[in-house]
């Protein structure tokens, strides 16, 4: 399985960037896929999860209401949008899948793939 985000960026607070995570060497069918995000001296955190056999998705309280997480099956591909961004939104981003669903999508010990992250800078 090989996984590659991209679409980070340097951003101004309040503005919007569109991450993706192409997956392959497997189908998401079945998988439940997580974003993560890492900030400078910070621990991996959970950002947002889909599963992508149904329309469920969970978002850490921090960003609820201004990422949201999709999933493209046929593409193989997850996508996280992100509004409304804040400098502490600052982080390398991380995808990462799991086969089958978990419902600790949010703890990172779940997942044994991830991308080599891209990196998301909010500052004016």
């Known amino acids: 399985v090989q996984l590659q985000a991209f679409g980070g960026g340097w951003v101004q607070p309040g503005g919007s960037l569109k991450l993706s995570c192409v997956v392959s060497g497997r189908t998401i069918g079945g998988a439940t896929v997580a974003w993560f995000r890492q900030g400078p001296e910070k621990e991996r955190e959970f950002v947002a999860a889909v599963r992508s056999s149904s329309f469920q998705t969970f978002y850490a309280s921090s960003v609820k209401n201004r990422f949201t997480v999709s999933r493209h099956n046929a593409e193989n591909t997850v996508y996280l949008q992100m509004n409304s961004l804040k400098p502490e939104d600052t982080a390398v981003y991380y995808c990462?899948?799991?086969?089958?669903?978990?419902?600790?999508?949010?703890?990172?010990?779940?997942?044994?793939?991830w991308g080599q992250g891209t990196q998301v800078t909010v500052s004016s």
């Open positions: 990462a899948p799991r086969w089958p669903h978990t419902v600790q999508y949010y703890d990172a010990s779940q997942y044994g793939y």
